[in-house]
């Protein structure tokens, strides 16, 4: 939790930290990934069989690597838009026999060469989790039913048999799984009203807890302010009184996604437009708060978290998905990425995972070439919230001027402040306390008062370059990290279009 309070520019901006405040637990799952059969995220991305940098198994060793440094908790699979038309069965088995397909999301022709086990045996080698998106649009219940008993089940039944068959005698376990993705766009197809859906992702949601009760599912929203997702939670955050999801004791949803993109030509307003984000949170907590007192669920039944399972900095139309959505990010996007960061840490109560969208070449902070990886100016901040800003968030309160004018969206401004400096903080289990400031402001660095640092050694690392344009591309990055050190004393620089973590032992 982070407040604020809006001063004069002449001012001497302030920053006050309480590390003995300790607010919420960070979700780790926060700093999850996202891959889609969508341009070069899979096949050239993730998966380049044939190509020297790869495995054994064709999985790319660069990738993994970059994905064990940033310690990424999860990753979602294999859609976003892609899973309406997706029936994981071709995707399984010889791959000599599995069928091409058409692909309706992005127009192509999917060879289905990749698919579940491969996935799953690619988050083994990874470390990390995965998060499967069942197809909402032309599957079926049978086939949602069919892959979890694919995936999790020890029993002597027909799909878990086939698990067998392909080479995996040890349920995979998979724990998280999305009914449908993105059902409300007019773009998907097996668009629904938010009355079908509601209706089916309840019904959905019973017989798959019954057959897995282990399992969590997450309901599919829209951006969090919209009624679809007021509808929808209000019919399906119920109370399961008959125990059809095998426990009286717990709600069949664990949480609710929302999706929100921000983009924008002008500097300030990109840097400034993830807060509209923090906004959409706080809107679908009340929402779920609502839903939980008009269906009078009991306070002994957790609510459900939010999953912001896409996010990031996108404009569709710089870089169309169609085109394999690969977009060039400049200093200005790092610092909004960082911004976002900022949000879901300050937001820790309530946000249960978050995954930026996507995690190779696709919008994303990793760009793989024929030799090796780019790693993009939004890299740096996505590596250093992942690495440091873990553990508890803590309250802090900024006061500093704003940045007043127009924002993306419009309708931020009178709804959600805009300061130069935006802050959140955070203190791990080691003890290490965390302050990430980011100055948005492109000309302007800020000499601040920060109360409440310990006085000794503080490590500073800070993400900067030449300018809010600068880019990184193969063979010449220059936006990077810098590391350093301050003595906690007197006030602290943060520089122009910068991302700033101080860190100190409390």
């Not at 993994?64 to 029936?87: D, M, Q, S, W």
């Not at 086990?117 to 086939?143: I, S």
């Not at 900024?398 to 935006?422: N, S």
Request: charged fraction near 20%; hydrophobic fraction near 40%.
């Amino acid at each position: 939790m982070t407040t604020f309070t809006n001063i004069s520019d002449t001012d001497t901006p302030v920053i006050s930290i309480n590390p003995a405040h300790r607010v919420a637990k960070i979700n780790d799952n926060v700093y999850g990934g996202f891959a889609e059969h969508m341009g070069r995220c899979i096949y050239g991305g993730i998966y380049d069989p044939g190509n020297p940098l790869s495995d054994e198994n064709g999985f790319r060793k660069d990738v993994i690597e970059a994905f064990k440094e940033l310690n990424c908790p999860v990753v979602r699979y294999p859609g976003g838009n892609f899973v309406a038309t997706y029936h994981w069965l071709d995707g399984v088995g010889p791959k000599d026999q599995r069928p091409p397909r058409p692909e309706l999301a992005w127009i192509g022709v999917e060879s289905n060469e990749f698919g579940t086990d491969e996935f799953l045996k690619w988050c083994e080698v990874v470390g990390t989790e995965p998060y499967f998106a069942l197809n909402f649009g032309t599957g079926t219940l049978d086939e949602a039913l069919a892959w979890v008993e694919y995936c999790n089940s020890s029993k002597n039944t027909y799909y878990a048999n086939l698990r067998r068959k392909n080479g995996r005698e040890e349920p995979y376990n998979v724990k998280y799984w999305a009914l449908g993705n993105e059902m409300w766009g007019p773009w998907q197809v097996g668009q629904m009203t938010k009355e079908d859906y509601a209706k089916k992702a309840y019904q959905w949601a019973k017989a798959l807890k019954l057959l897995d009760p282990s399992i969590q599912l997450i309901l599919c929203g829209q951006d969090g302010t919209s009624s679809w997702d007021a509808y929808v939670l209000k019919e399906c955050v119920k109370w399961d009184v008959h125990g059809l999801g095998g426990s009286t004791t717990a709600s069949l949803i664990a949480m609710h996604s929302i999706h929100i993109y921000t983009a924008s030509a002008a500097h300030l307003a990109n840097a400034t437009a993830p807060r509209s984000a923090e906004r959409a949170i706080e809107v679908t907590a009340a929402l779920i708060d609502l839903a939980r007192i008009e269906n009078n669920v009991p306070p002994s039944v957790p609510a459900p978290s939010i999953c912001f399972d896409e996010w990031n900095v996108w404009d569709p139309v710089r870089a169309p998905g169609e085109a394999g959505a690969e977009e060039k990010y400049t200093l200005s996007d790092a610092l909004a990425v960082a911004a976002w960061l900022n949000v879901f840490v300050r937001q820790a109560r309530r946000v249960g995972m978050a995954n930026v969208a996507q995690s190779v070449n696709v919008i994303s902070p990793l760009m793989t070439t024929k030799t090796g990886l780019v790693k993009q100016t939004t890299w740096w901040p996505l590596l250093l919230f992942s690495r440091f800003m873990r553990g508890h968030t803590v309250a802090a309160h900024v006061a500093c001027g704003e940045y007043e004018g127009e924002t993306a969206p419009r309708w931020m401004r009178g709804t959600v402040a805009t300061p130069w400096l935006d802050v959140s903080a955070a203190v791990g289990e080691d003890g290490w306390v965390t302050l990430a400031v980011v100055n948005v402001h492109a000309e302007r660095a800020f000499e601040t008062d920060v109360q409440g640092v310990k006085e000794g050694v503080v490590k500073v690392y800070t993400v900067e370059g030449p300018g809010v344009d600068a880019v990184n591309v193969e063979g010449k990055e220059e936006v990077g990290v810098r590391e350093s050190e301050w003595d906690g004393r007197g006030k602290f620089t943060f520089p122009k279009a910068s991302v700033t973590l101080l860190r100190w032992k409390a």
